[in-house]
């Protein structure tokens, strides 16, 4: 019997900042991949981005540009739905509800609005303590089976499941309760200046981080610079964090095993290698920048996809939200 029945995925990021090579080896390859075998909910979450301060044009035009990216990196909008959450109005209005059955003080014991209200400290808005219900009501609605995220977000898929088990417990089955699945986002891909910390988008040293917009020139001065050890031996080893963190990237982006990487380096200097893992990163994100480019150029068709995806999620997020509504008692007309 053909099994009609697949599960479902639901996941969001937030339209900030510059994604990095680390982003595009965990997260958004992830995304792609799981859309093949899936039914995939993937929202830009410009809702949970306003819970700290945005200059409105900038949101906008970042919204469009990680829609047109992950569009560039193979999302396909027949298969999955791609969709702008402030577009989907049962977002704001779950939350609601679901904020009726959340306490003030799970709220206040979150790590990341802890770390957040001391980030922003004159900016503690009830929205960046809500962060977290919102985010609940966002995977609620669409029944999603699994949610794969970075493990820093893991206390908010765990959250919304306590929220889902007690609504169920007190009004009756109605939200599937979720699982996180923890992405090793970028885990394998460290800073270049510091390899034995992680690639991260907020680096203040621009030559730590190789951003999906970075230029070819841009990305192989990069790796130039990248810190290495002095035995100038291309191979994989605890003690040489930098050259393995290279020989890795190399090996993600060319699709080379490390042990055939080492063979084809081997005897050869670390001015070489760094070159080649230069070019094979900049290879690759030259189609990416040049499709997100296009499509940015083509507003029309990105907000077309945008708008079919919103559609879609529509669709089922009314499902739930009507659901919703009817066990918590609330009038839907006759
Ligand atoms: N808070 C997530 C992040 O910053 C983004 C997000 C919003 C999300 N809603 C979500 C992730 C629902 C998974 C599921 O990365």
């Not at 396909?76 to 003030?104: F, G, I, R």
Request: with cysteine.
């Amino acid at each position: 019997m053909e099994n009609t029945e697949k599960k479902i995925i639901y996941s969001a990021v937030q339209p900030s900042g510059n994604l990095t090579i680390g982003n595009y080896a965990g997260a958004i390859r992830n995304w792609v991949a799981m859309q093949e075998e899936y039914e995939c909910f993937y929202a830009i979450a410009n809702m949970h981005a306003i819970t700290v301060r945005q200059d409105p044009a900038e949101l906008r035009r970042r919204t469009l540009e990680m829609a047109a990216l992950y569009l560039a990196c193979g999302i396909d909008p027949q298969k999955c739905a791609l969709y702008v959450q402030s577009q989907v109005p049962q977002h704001a209005e779950l939350m609601w509800v679901l904020n009726c059955s959340t306490y003030v003080g799970e709220m206040q014991r979150m790590t990341q609005f802890k770390d957040k209200s001391q980030k922003h400290a004159d900016n503690i808005n009830m929205g960046l303590m809500d962060y977290p219900v919102l985010m609940a009501a966002d995977i609620l609605l669409y029944q999603a089976h699994c949610v794969p995220v970075g493990v820093d977000q893991k206390q908010h898929v765990e959250i919304a499941r306590d929220i889902a088990i007690r609504f169920n417990n007190r009004y009756g089955e109605t939200f599937r309760v979720p699982e996180p699945v923890i992405l090793k986002t970028g885990a394998k891909i460290m800073s270049l200046q510091e390899p034995t910390k992680k690639m991260s988008k907020s680096d203040e040293n621009v030559n730590a981080s190789i951003f999906l917009c970075d230029d070819r020139d841009t990305v192989i001065r990069k790796f130039k610079r990248a810190v290495t050890d002095s035995d100038n031996e291309v191979r994989m080893a605890e003690d040489k964090a930098g050259i393995s963190n290279l020989i890795s990237i190399y090996s993600s982006f060319t699709g080379k095993s490390v042990q055939d990487t080492e063979r084809e380096f081997s005897g050869k200097g670390y001015g070489e290698f760094k070159l080649a893992v230069g070019e094979a990163v900049a290879d690759k994100l030259a189609p990416v920048q040049a499709e997100q480019k296009r499509l940015l150029a083509d507003k029309k068709y990105l907000g077309e996809v945008l708008a079919s995806g919103a559609e879609r999620a529509f669709k089922a997020a009314r499902r739930t939200l009507s659901k919703v509504y009817r066990k918590v008692g609330f009038y839907q007309g006759e």
